[in-house]
């Protein structure tokens, strides 16, 4: 309640200095969203990853031989590129984002 008190001629810069004070609180919360928004993604990525190599290891369990740590990484690795989280992000991100 600082305007009340200012004399006339200062009151536009006191106002001016609150709106730049206020802006400036719009940024950094607006960087911090986007921060949380790029660690969601992250997550979410994580997540289909984590699920599409649980449903791999239910079929490899049905009675199949261990196969060799290259094969098992080479796996994991194509599992990570057809999870399909870049379809289920691409459709996600508009809600998360702020506009």
């Known amino acids: 309640q600082v305007l009340p008190n200012t004399p006339a001629i200062?009151?536009?810069?006191?106002?001016?200095?609150?709106m730049d004070a206020v802006l400036d609180k719009m940024d950094h919360y607006k960087a911090e969203h986007h921060r949380y928004v790029k660690e969601a993604v992250n997550l979410?990525?994580?997540?289909?990853w984590k699920a599409k190599l649980g449903e791999k290891e239910e079929t490899c369990a049905e009675g199949r031989a261990k196969k060799a740590k290259i094969d098992a990484e080479s796996a994991r690795r194509e599992k990570r590129?057809?999870?399909?989280?870049?379809?289920v992000?691409?459709?996600v991100l508009p809600f998360l984002q702020l506009k």
């Open 44 to 48: 979410l990525e994580l997540a289909l």
């Open 89 to 91: 992000i691409k459709n």
């Open 10 to 18: 200062n009151k536009t810069e006191e106002i001016r200095q609150w």
């Open 81 to 87: 590129i057809t999870c399909g989280a870049d379809m």
